[in-house]
């Protein structure tokens, strides 16, 4: 929300009169003085006028989960256990999920209460790239690397995916890289070229990688490395 938006609703004046506060250098944002009226001010920044606070910054939470198989990428669910059952309790109303796997894959998992960061984690648009460790049911053959470089066709979207890649670590493994993440699409890709996948493990998106020694169903903050690592603005 625009800075003079927010004195506006908030301090009960006038956006002309919001305007002329923030010119006149009577606001800080984040304890720094801001001139700028239509400066964007996230829930995570802190808004003070003089010495009355207009806007508590609220607490930003990233945190990764090592996914184990068995459970749902969703909030609740009446039969099956969630992920968030395995995120400490105080954590569990703040946190959406950004990235979701099926309850059969398994790894990295991020979860967060930043809806604009996770918006550009995951739209296909930006391109982050998302590593992928796959086993499937017959050999991975060679037109299927050239296949997943072109791009493959799905007709329920009407699109064609974007070049993904294949490093081949065994007749029936290889660890895949995709740019978009659409709904199930690892595994739709191997069926366009007429295989299965039995495991799925996700291994990274972008700047964040699942840590070996993190085990299944544990999880720890991302750094503020790993936060900067997907960008805000083209």
């Known amino acids: 929300m625009k800075l003079s938006r927010i004195l506006s609703n908030q301090n009960g004046v006038s956006r002309q009169q ?31 006028v003089g010495d009355q606070v207009i806007q508590h910054a609220v607490a930003a939470y990233y945190l ?47 979860m967060t209460n930043d809806g604009n960061w996770s918006r550009r984690l995951t739209e296909p648009a930006v391109k982050i790239p998302k590593v992928y460790r796959v086993k499937t049911l017959q050999p991975i053959s060679k037109e299927t690397e050239q296949r997943f470089a072109e791009g493959i066709w799905f007709a329920w979207e009407g699109l064609t995916t974007s070049p993904a890649a294949i490093e081949q670590l065994a007749p029936c493994e290889a660890r895949v890289t ?39 169903g544990a999880c720890q903050r991302l750094t503020p490395a790993q936060v900067a690592s997907v960008p805000l603005r083209d």
């Open 64 to 110: 990764m989960l090592n996914k184990p198989a068995g459970y749902l990428s969703a909030t609740k669910d009446n039969t099956h256990p969630t992920v968030m059952e395995l995120v400490p309790g105080e954590l569990r109303p703040h946190l959406h999920i950004a990235g979701r796997l099926d309850r059969a894959s398994t790894g990295l998992l991020i």
């Open 18 to 48: 919001a305007i002329r506060t923030i010119a006149a250098g009577q606001v800080c944002v984040d304890g720094e003085v801001c001139t700028d009226a239509a400066r964007e001010v996230s829930r995570f920044e802190s808004v003070v």
């Open 178 to 216: 995709i740019f978009e993440g659409r709904y199930h699409q690892v595994k739709r890709m191997f069926h366009a070229v007429g295989n299965r996948v039995t495991s799925l493990h996700r291994e990274c998106i972008g700047g964040i990688t699942l840590p070996a020694q993190l085990p299944q």
